[in-house]
């Protein structure tokens, strides 16, 4: 019998995702940096995301105690026009594609997010929002790929779309070998029309 035993804690965070459309326009403007970077370990596109809080490692009943006040929190919110726009890296090591459109709503969701999840006992690094999209990491003897890929994707812009959910996102991560994968735990509509 192979069964998988649940893990009593999972790692967490709370994020926004971009529509299909988005990220497939994005894939398109990244074939050539696919091509001429093998070696980098790129995300998977149905991983792509845009994290509002990182809440580390929780235990499960945890995360499901934050489920009831993330819905009201969504619920109170009107969906946010967002575009994916340009590129950079950090580290050279970590290459991203940047946020467009109304970032000061982003940051504002975002504030309110890391203050909901604080007033639930849980503790987050005090780090500013710098919104993005994680693409890809370098692998250790491999730092130039990031910043050639990043200056080839810098004038990328692409097309506005709407942020109509929020999302409590679990990972795989440091869980056996290959690739971190993210699933959903829930997620919520916004409320009101964009």
Do not use: C
Not at 127 to 149: F, K
Not at 162 to 169: C, D, E, Y
């Amino acid at each position: 019998m192979n069964e998988q035993i649940e893990a009593a804690t999972v790692r967490v965070f709370i994020a926004l995702a971009p529509p299909d459309e988005a990220k497939e326009e994005l894939a398109q403007a990244l074939r050539p940096a696919y091509d001429a970077y093998p070696g980098m370990r790129w995300n998977r596109i149905e991983d792509w995301h845009i994290t509002l809080a990182f809440l580390g490692e929780l235990p499960r009943p945890v995360a499901s105690l934050l489920q009831p006040p993330l819905a009201e929190l969504a619920a109170a919110h009107r969906p946010l026009h967002l575009a994916l726009h340009g590129s950079g890296h950090f580290d050279e090591r970590v290459l991203w594609s940047g946020i467009g459109g109304d970032v000061d709503g982003l940051r504002l969701l975002a504030g309110e997010v890391r203050t909901l999840v604080e007033q639930h006992g849980i503790a987050l690094t005090d780090r500013p929002l710098n919104p993005h999209l994680t693409l890809a990491r370098a692998r250790r003897d491999d730092t130039s790929s990031v910043v050639r890929a990043a200056a080839g994707l810098s004038a990328f812009s692409g097309q506005g779309w709407q942020a109509g959910r929020l999302h409590l996102v679990g990972s795989n991560y440091g869980r056996g070998p290959g690739p971190i994968r993210y699933r959903d735990i829930a997620s919520w509509p916004f409320g009101g029309t964009g």
